[in-house]
């Protein structure tokens, strides 16, 4: 089934996580200015059912090229760009989006985020080049993990309480910290 309003985006990213009630959400980004987020709380998403477009976020901005989405401790982060301007934005239900401002962020540029990861208990990671940028607050403020190699990066994940990294600029780049080396760095 395509997810789609009639328009033409390039889906890219596709999670499952829950809605402000508890109940089961699939919510997709895309790189269309048209139709950034879209959500689905059928759990069926072959069903052929309508998706609900997210075309603003609370504040009444326009939603821009998102990338990834992931969901987390009950929170939902969507990260892209547009322009020269890095895009993150939070959710706790999938439904209403808020843009998070990253313009006090130190290291942060005007390049896209790919890559996203909660490790289920408020921390998360977004990759921007070769940075890697954390937070310990669900994804409301965010710092540069300094440690971090600088290999590009594609992909984030946490899983055995490790968090991986994906480097883009050679296949099977690989890197990885454990939670505790990510909560003594990030001051936990």
């Known amino acids: 089934t395509e997810v789609t309003d009639g328009d033409s985006p390039i889906n890219r990213w596709i999670a499952?996580?829950?809605d402000g009630s508890g109940g089961a959400l699939w919510v997709v980004v895309t790189d269309n200015s048209s139709m950034e987020i879209m959500h689905d709380a059928n759990n069926d998403v072959t069903d052929g059912?309508?998706?609900t477009q997210v075309t603003n976020d609370t504040a009444g901005n326009s939603l821009e090229k998102l990338w990834a989405v992931e969901w987390g401790?009950?929170?939902w982060i969507g990260v892209g760009i547009t322009g020269a301007s890095e895009e993150v934005y939070r959710s706790t239900d999938g439904a209403a989006w808020a843009r998070i401002d990253l313009s006090g962020v130190s290291g942060i540029a005007g390049t896209q985020i790919y890559g996203v990861g909660s490790d289920g208990a408020?921390?998360?990671m977004f990759g921007q080049g070769a940075k890697i940028f954390a937070s310990t607050d669900d994804g409301s403020s965010w710092a540069e993990m300094t440690s971090y190699p600088g290999?590009?990066?594609a992909d984030i994940g946490f899983t055995n309480g490790t968090w991986v990294v994906l480097g883009a600029a050679s296949?099977?780049?690989i890197?990885?910290?454990t939670a505790a080396a990510f909560a003594t760095e990030m001051g936990g």
Do not use: H, L
């Open 16 to 18: 499952y996580g829950k």
């Open 49 to 51: 059912s309508n998706w």
């Open 73 to 75: 401790n009950d929170v």
């Open 122 to 124: 408020g921390n998360w």
């Open 151 to 153: 290999t590009a990066v």
């Open 171 to 173: 296949p099977g780049n």
């Open 175 to 177: 890197n990885t910290v």
